[in-house]
T-cell receptor, first 113, second 112 residues
Framework: NAGVMQNPRHLVRRRGQEARLRCSPM?????VYWYRQLPEEGLKFMVY????????ESGMPKERFSAEFPKEGPSILRIQQVVRGDSAAYFC???????????FGPGTRLLVL | KQEVTQIPAALSVPEGENLVLNCSFT??????LQWFRQDPGKGLTSLLL?????REQTSGRLNASLDKSSGRSTLYIAASQPGDSATYLC???????????FGKGTKLTVNP
């Protein structure tokens, strides 16, 4: 059973561009979570999704950030008009229906120039 | 609002030492607490998960304890090895919430 997959692993964008980060959960997992790790900071929760539904987006910035988890395909975290402060590692985690624990992917390191 | 603090922020020890990492949290109404390991540029590896009703969990040379009433957890690493060098993260899941609240981590260096 492959682990949580994220791509790209590294992403470089210029200010004002869009960034799309993808997360494929483990097989059989229908719950996805996104976290952000800013330099010298701990991981911060951003959003929790089930298939086709956003359950908790209390950690998402109000503007420029959006997330989806369609019926088919990976979960997408989208950042519009990126700024330098968006540079961070973005981690995705997934959990099975029991939701007892979250399994983390390797992360996407976003660098905004 | 749950806050998680890890002390120390960094720790350097010689190989073979036993060591303790500390984690404290402000809201004792937790569902579980988890210790992770993060290697540079890598993702998170779950080490131990302690349910709120449990006092400790063990896996190999690792032992994690939980004192919910005082808002504390410790991760004990026995006979440390250079391969244990990594950042160790403590994360708390609150009751009625799915999200994990993380501490900033303890960066451990084990010197040969």
């Amino acid at each position: 059973n492959a682990g949580v997959m994220q791509n790209p692993r590294h992403l470089v964008r210029r200010r004002g561009q869009e960034a799309r980060l993808r997360c494929s959960p483990m097989k059989g997992h229908s719950h996805v979570y996104w976290y952000r790790q800013l330099p010298e900071e701990g991981l911060k929760f951003m959003v929790y999704l089930q298939k086709e539904n956003i359950i908790d987006e209390s950690g998402m910035p109000k503007e420029r950030f959006s997330a989806e988890f369609p019926k088919e395909g990976p979960s997408i975290l989208r950042i519009q008009q990126v700024v330098r402060g968006d540079s961070a590692a973005y981690f995705c985690a997934s959990s099975p229906p029991t939701r007892e624990t979250q399994y983390f992917g390797p992360g996407t390191r976003l660098l905004v120039l | 609002k749950q806050e998680v603090t890890q002390i120390p922020a960094a720790l350097s020890v010689p190989e073979g030492e036993n060591l303790v990492l500390n984690c404290s949290f402000t809201d004792s109404a937790i569902y579980n607490l988890q210790w992770f390991r993060q290697d540079p540029g890598k993702g998170l590896t779950s080490l131990l998960l302690i349910q709120s009703s449990q006092r400790e969990q063990t896996s190999g040379r690792l032992n994690a304890s939980l004192d919910k009433s005082s808002g504390r957890s410790t991760l004990y690493i026995a006979a440390s090895q250079p391969g244990d060098s990594a950042t160790y993260l403590c994360a708390v899941r609150g009751g009625g919430s799915e999200k994990l609240v993380f501490g900033k981590g303890t960066k451990l260096t084990v010197n040969p």
